[in-house]
Nanobody, 116 residues
Framework: QVQLVESGGGLVQPGGSLRLSCAAS????????MGWYRQPPGKQRELVAT???????NYADSVKGRFTISRDNSRNTVYLQMNSLKPEDTAVYYC??????????WGKGTLVTVSS
């Protein structure tokens, strides 16, 4: 069973930066598209960014130019560098692993709070 463990969340002031990490285990990492999703308070979960094994990326319009997703296939880890954070980025951030086989796994999430 795929396991995903997020880390790096916390409280940050507007304009600040955070780097989230997601360590995957029990997985052939290169076979999976990795992604970050978020769920703001009182709202539905939404896509933030995805990255293929080859490094192709996709971003939500709301984070383009501010967030960068990357992965280290040798460490089975995906990252989300978040810069110029805004209060509306406040959310629980979830790591996702999706494979063509239909396997779709989620981490438990890490809370990011952007507030002064």
């Amino acid at each position: 069973q795929v396991q995903l463990v997020e880390s790096g969340g916390g409280l940050v002031q507007p304009g600040g930066s955070l780097r989230l990490s997601c360590a995957a285990s029990r997985i052939i990492f290169r076979l999976y598209v990795m992604g970050w999703y978020r769920q703001p308070p009182g709202k539905q979960r939404e896509l933030v960014a995805t990255i293929t094994s080859g490094g192709s990326t996709n971003y939500a319009d709301s984070v383009k130019g501010r967030f960068t997703i990357s992965r280290d296939n040798s460490r089975n880890t995906v990252y989300l560098q978040m810069n110029s954070l805004k209060p509306e980025d406040t959310a629980v951030y979830y790591c996702n692993a999706a494979a063509l086989s239909g396997v779709n796994a989620w981490g438990k999430g890490t809370l990011v709070t952007v507030s002064s």
